[in-house]
């Protein structure tokens, strides 16, 4: 390793400690960023099909722009009047049916999912949460303890109960079927005594594995934990603003409407930025127990932010081109599968695919050592990319909406040659 990577390795493990993580054997030094590209400190390209917070690519010069002139004019919180914040509040909420009328700001997915939990437990007088058996949905107290990919089992408390990934690769049951296990899900907490509060997912089932949802998955889960009083948040953090090209939100994969949604990573392009979206009338419920406010959160420039993020999604027309970059690289995925036996199963939707990996086909036993072989491979031709699913054998592609059908050839030109000599 280059001697300035592992100076730098041994300072950030004496300053930041050991909790973090770095990706990769040996780690990247990236120094600057423009579309889909990413710069290391010699100047060498990477194409970056792993990050998804830098939404309409790197800094965009549309979004640098509104941070900077609204940085250098003002920046306060949402406890004065604001035109940005009231702006975006109603170009936000204007990309949701009108029930979902109220937009509350923080400055993560974790905190927004924080807020969507308050809510839900205020209005319902619940106190139970349902979430898939490996989610992530961030990294306060309340959201690890629904976060069943980090917690461990001896840690969760008795109101998190679990529904199985629905694994779409290996059942070739309905959206319906799959939907059925809620009803254990509640019958668990009923037989423990609590009432249920909410049922959360991330809509693409990141963690789980990217699962776009069979059809009728989603709506028949909110059927059912509508008929026992709780409510259902949709966890948009992944999927949403137009990555998964048909819809501009994963949960629209189905025709229904959600009590709550949540999102945050792509909203600002990096700059940290969140929300919670739902009904006022459980937003007036909440506030006659407790009042919020969030420091950070919905500020005049992460509203700038937010506000330059949708004219790019608009303008660029960057969900269209979700949905047509995505079907190439299908395409371009399906013939490899034809010449690579490893690649087991190719799904997802617009720009967030999955590729999971296979010993073989017959038994369909997870090839998660020759994932991380692949990530390397990869990356040492300068394609990012990343894993995910339970057993860590599927590549994550989520690559900034700009991604082009030139990027994608260079992707499956790498992709081809790494799978060759794995
Ligand atoms: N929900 C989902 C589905 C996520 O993937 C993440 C982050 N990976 C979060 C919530 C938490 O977001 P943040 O890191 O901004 O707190």
């Keep these: 390793m280059a001697p300035?990577?592992?100076?730098?390795?041994?300072?950030?493990?004496?300053?930041?400690?050991?909790?973090?993580?770095?990706?990769?054997?040996?780690?990247?030094?990236?120094?600057?960023?423009?579309?889909?590209?990413?710069?290391?400190?010699?100047?060498?390209?990477?194409?970056d099909m792993y990050n998804n917070v830098p939404h309409v690519g790197h800094c965009h010069?549309?979004?640098?722009?509104?941070?900077?002139?609204?940085?250098?004019?003002?920046?306060?919180?949402?406890?004065?009047?604001?035109?940005?914040?009231?702006?975006?509040?109603?170009?936000?909420?204007?990309?949701?049916?009108?029930?979902?009328?109220?937009a509350m700001f923080s400055c993560t997915g974790s905190e927004a999912n924080e807020l969507a939990l308050?809510?839900?437990?205020?209005?319902?007088?619940?106190?139970?949460?349902?979430?898939?058996?490996?989610?992530?949905?961030?990294?306060?107290?309340?959201?690890?303890?629904?976060?069943?990919?980090?917690?461990?089992?001896?840690?969760?408390?008795?109101?998190?109960?679990?529904?199985?990934?629905?694994?779409?690769?290996?059942?070739d049951k309905t959206g319906e079927q799959f939907a059925e296990s809620v009803r254990d899900a509640l019958a668990l907490l009923d037989s423990r005594g609590i009432k249920p509060a909410a049922f959360i997912i991330d809509t693409i089932i990141s963690s789980g594995g990217v699962i776009a949802t069979p059809p009728g998955y989603l709506k028949k889960i909110a059927d059912i934990v509508r008929e026992s009083g709780a409510l259902f948040v949709a966890d948009e953090v992944q999927p949403g603003f137009g990555r998964t090209g048909r819809n501009f939100w994963g949960y629209e994969?189905?025709?229904?409407?959600?009590?709550?949604?949540?999102?945050?990573?792509?909203?600002?392009?990096?700059?940290?930025?969140?929300?919670?979206v739902t009904r006022r009338e459980l937003v007036d419920e909440f506030s006659g127990?407790?009042?919020?406010?969030?420091?950070?959160?919905?500020?005049p420039v992460s509203c700038a932010a937010g506000?330059?993020?949708?004219?790019?999604?608009?303008?660029?027309?960057?969900?269209?081109?979700?949905?047509?970059?995505?079907?190439y690289l299908n395409a371009g995925l399906a013939e490899l599968a034809t010449r690579h036996e490893a690649?087991?199963?190719?799904?997802?939707?617009?720009?967030?695919?999955?590729?999971?990996?296979?010993?073989?086909?017959?038994?369909?036993?997870?090839a998660s050592e020759l994932a991380v072989k692949i990530i390397e491979g990869l990356k040492n031709r300068r394609v990012l990319a990343g894993r995910t699913g339970v057993h860590d054998n599927t590549l994550k592609l989520r690559p900034p909406m700009v991604f082009s059908r030139e990027n994608a050839d260079h992707f499956l030109e790498i992709f081809d040659e790494v799978l060759a000599a794995s």
Aim: net charge negative; aromatic share 8%.
């Design 289 to 299: 127990h407790a009042h919020y406010f969030n420091t950070f959160g919905g500020n």
């Design 118 to 171: 308050r809510i839900a437990r205020t209005c319902t007088g619940g106190t139970g949460i349902i979430v898939t058996d490996y989610a992530y949905h961030g990294n306060t107290k309340a959201i690890y303890e629904i976060s069943t990919e980090d917690i461990p089992e001896a840690e969760v408390p008795d109101f998190v109960v679990t529904v199985p990934t629905p694994d779409v690769y290996r059942d």
């Design 307 to 327: 506000l330059a993020v949708l004219d790019v999604i608009e303008q660029e027309e960057l969900q269209k081109n979700a949905l047509d970059v995505g079907l």
């Design 253 to 276: 994969i189905d025709d229904f409407v959600p009590d709550i949604v949540t999102m945050g990573k792509p909203m600002g392009n990096g700059h940290p930025l969140a929300a919670t």
């Design 61 to 102: 010069p549309h979004v640098v722009e509104a941070l900077t002139r609204q940085i250098a004019t003002l920046n306060t919180h949402t406890r004065y009047l604001h035109e940005n914040v009231l702006d975006y509040a109603e170009r936000l909420t204007g990309k949701f049916p009108d029930e979902l009328d109220t």
């Design 4 to 47: 300035d990577l592992t100076a730098m390795m041994e300072r950030r493990k004496k300053l930041l400690g050991s909790a973090y993580r770095l990706f990769y054997s040996e780690p990247v030094h990236i120094v600057r960023g423009e579309g889909a590209w990413l710069y290391d400190d010699s100047g060498q390209p990477y194409l």
């Design 343 to 366: 690649i087991g199963d190719v799904r997802g939707d617009g720009l967030f695919k999955a590729v999971e990996l296979v010993v073989d086909r017959e038994t369909l036993k997870p």
